[in-house]
T-cell receptor, first 117, second 117 residues
Framework: DGGITQSPKYLFRKEGQNVTLSCEQN?????MYWYRQDPGQGLRLIYY???????QKGDIAEGYSVSREKKESFPLTVTSAQKNPTAFYLC????????????????FGEGSRLTVL | AQKVTQVQTEISVVEKEDVTLDCVYE???????LFWYKQPPSGELVFLIR??????QNEISGRYSWNFQKSTSSFNFTITASQVVDSAVYFC??????????????FGQGTTLQVKP
């Protein structure tokens, strides 16, 4: 089945450690996104990538890094510089074919919940 | 500045009741897109609808209907004859200014809907 796979589902980290969240998609989508979800705040965009080897910062990129070496993969690293990393992280993808008709139609993974101890 | 506000944080209804989730948005763009997404307990968000700013026609899809009113900057979502399976967090969203062909969205804080049997 086509979809987005995020791993791990739950992750615990000690303060000062970097951690990488995996996101893989087999939908053949060009664009991929990372959103962060906090209680009562909705989702906020961390990074996005519209093509391999290219990515842009979203609203809250500080303390995070990404790479896009393959079309299928868009891993997110939460670095020790992120002041408050405990959150639910959602990866999404979308097709850029079809232009405006596909605007905003995101396919999401089931998320990764990161807790800093 | 762009902003999406979901009026209700939590709503609780009894099965078969109708329920409306209110969404108010702010944008200076003349062309924009509005969305509703559903987040069931499994965590992934599911796309429900997209509406562009030039199309103020109401839309109905089964038990779901949407009322877009540009004059009041609102995009409200009604579930008719609610069912327990409708229990979820619902998000209203707006595309980032200048990103009409991407998945860069500004989300509201979400409305948690609980439908009791």
């Amino acid at each position: 089945d086509g979809g987005i796979t995020q791993s791990p589902k739950y992750l615990f980290r000690k303060e000062g450690q970097n951690v990488t969240l995996s996101c893989e998609q087999n939908l053949n989508h060009d664009a991929m996104y990372w959103y962060r979800q906090d209680p009562g705040q909705g989702l906020r965009l961390i990074y996005y990538s519209q093509i391999v080897n290219d990515f842009q910062k979203g609203d809250i990129a500080e303390g995070y890094s990404v790479s896009r070496e393959k079309k299928e993969s868009f891993p997110l690293t939460v670095t020790s510089a992120q002041k408050n990393p405990t959150a639910f992280y959602l990866c999404a993808s979308s097709s850029t074919r079809g232009g405006l008709q596909r605007t905003g139609e995101l396919f999401f993974g089931e998320g990764s919940r990161l807790t800093v101890l | 500045a762009q902003k999406v506000t979901q009026v209700q944080t939590e709503i609780s209804v009894v099965e078969k009741e109708d329920v409306t989730l209110d969404c108010v948005y702010e944008t200076r763009d003349t062309t924009y897109y509005l969305f509703w997404y559903k987040q069931p307990p499994s965590g992934e968000l599911v796309f429900l609808i997209r509406r562009n700013s030039f199309d103020e026609q109401n839309e109905i899809s089964g038990r779901y209907s949407w009322n877009f009113q540009k004059s009041t900057s609102s995009f409200n979502f009604t579930i008719t004859a609610s069912q327990v399976v409708d229990s979820a967090v619902y998000f209203c969203a707006l595309n980032f200014s200048g990103s009409s062909n991407t998945g860069k969205l500004i989300f509201g804080q979400g409305t948690t809907l609980q439908v009791k049997p």
